[in-house]
């Protein structure tokens, strides 16, 4: 097959580009092509990324806002960005799986004074290492609860639908990701800081957002969020305990 046949759909090519499929006139490969490749890419990403990431810190609900309403461009997608984020997070954590992990599992050990390793049941263990092997799933079950409340709680006033509300969840929840790493570099200096600066960067971050992408009230943003916040955790642990507890009965 000649330079003049195009190898993606067997038009013939007149141009630098087929024009029945547009794909370009065959060449050998060099290595000025891939690194022209990657550096387009590395352009490409760079933009959306930090301007996903800066108006996700500094003005987060205008931001989910102005993308469901159709300004897109410049942003990265939601789903992609929740696939980055997580990806990020889960590998700081295995990197630093030693250090920091050790420093968060003595957290809970250091405030049960009462319980011994004797006293855990095997299905308590069971299911504890089964949550662990699946954490990347169980992070991501957060985001149809957090979706739901926020689209029941907010429905009347945006008229959004659940899956416009599942896009601002997957932006917030993914920013939450990355904070979350910020502020797990603190447990060098205090053990159990992180999850203190986790919980009041959630009821700080979460209204802020709601506040600019549903324009209610303050005070009724704080209840809204609040109640959202309360009740996922409660629902997350829920379903978190259940999926485990019939993964270990049933399943394994």
Not at 208 to 228: D, G, H, P, R, V
């Amino acid at each position: 097959m000649d330079s003049l046949t195009c190898r993606n759909c067997g038009e013939s090519i007149t141009k630098n580009f087929c024009s029945n499929c547009g794909e370009q006139q065959y060449k050998r490969i060099e290595m000025k092509d891939m690194v022209g490749d990657f550096l387009s890419n590395v352009v490409t990403l760079e933009g959306p990324i930090l301007q996903t990431v800066k108006d996700l810190t500094i003005r987060p609900g205008k931001m989910i806002n102005a993308y469901v309403n159709g300004k897109r461009k410049g942003y990265y997608k939601p789903f992609q960005y929740y696939i980055l984020a997580s990806t990020v997070y889960f590998l700081f954590f295995y990197l630093w799986d030693n250090e920091i992990m050790t420093m968060i599992s003595n957290i809970g050990a250091d405030a049960n004074t009462y319980a011994t390793t004797e006293e855990i049941t095997s299905l308590q263990k069971e299911m504890t290492e089964f949550q662990g092997k699946n954490m990347k799933f169980f992070t991501f079950l957060q985001i149809p609860i957090y979706s739901w409340l926020i689209w029941l709680f907010f429905k009347k006033k945006s008229g959004h639908s659940y899956t416009e509300t599942l896009l601002a969840s997957l932006y917030i929840l993914s920013q939450t990701l990355f904070f979350g790493i910020v502020f797990t570099l603190f447990e060098f200096f205090s053990t159990g800081i992180s999850i203190m600066l986790s919980g009041i960067f959630m009821f700080i971050y979460i209204p802020w957002t709601l506040k600019q992408l549903y324009n209610e009230t303050m005070f009724k943003t704080i209840l809204k969020s609040t109640a959202i916040i309360a009740l996922a955790f409660a629902l997350y642990g829920i379903l978190m305990a259940i999926i485990s507890l019939i993964w270990v009965a049933f399943l394994r």
